[in-house]
């Protein structure tokens, strides 16, 4: 994640990660600039900042030219100097509140700590909650019913969500987050609005993987029904035996199950 306000390496090892992609729109709507000096400006290296110029470049995101030296030039080639395409300016202004969001729950970050930090997204979420819980409520006791009443509400707030059954209980999966860029950096409020969904569906739920680290869907698992009620999407493979059907090893069976993109493994 963060340490001391910069992104560290270690937290940035997936191509296109939100939060550092966000920061380098910032920096270079200020004006065009290097790998080095946006390496400098992150706390990451050149050739980690590369990785996010290159996959915005296809993208179409930033363009790239060879940088004017004056004077007796040096060894080498030139460094490219980045600029943003009219296509990313045109989502600036997403980016300039993203920007403005992140840089308060810094703020509060510093001032608060982290646990000021968690009361700040559960207050935020809590909005989301109240929107939500009159369209739950009528949908009975089931959880899955309330999954799928869930699901409805929060497409209507713009997450895209859908709700589906697998062999193991139910599942929720959001195709969109709207505060995906500043959750890279705080996952409180992905946190937050896990534990929303857990009493809004009124069981314990598991937050298998979210946009803002890097997932294609954030998806929630519910536990709880029978599968033998659920002809959910489900391969049983045995660890060390042939496709043929083997024996597997006493005592060890992992369940696969393949869902909307999610793959769990669960070890018997």
Known sequence: MKKGGVITEA????VGHPA?????IELLAQGPATAAALGEELGLSPAGVRRHLDA???EGLVSAREQVIRGPRGRGRPA????LTDAARDGLGRHAYDGLAAAALRWIAERGGEREVAAFAAAQISVLEQRCEAAVRDSGDDPLARAEALAEALTAQGYAASASTIATGGQLCQHHCPVAHVAAEFPQLCEAETEVIGRLVGTHVQRLA??????GVCTTHIPGFARDQIPGPTKVFRPGAPPGGAPAPAGRTELVQIHDGVTMRTDS
Request: proline share 0%; charged share 30%; aromatic share 10%.
């Open 20 to 24: 550092t992609r966000g920061r380098v």
């Open 210 to 215: 979210t946009i803002a680290h890097g997932d």
């Open 11 to 14: 937290s940035d090892r997936r």
């Open 56 to 58: 915005m470049y296809a």
């Open 80 to 83: 490219k100097v980045f600029s």
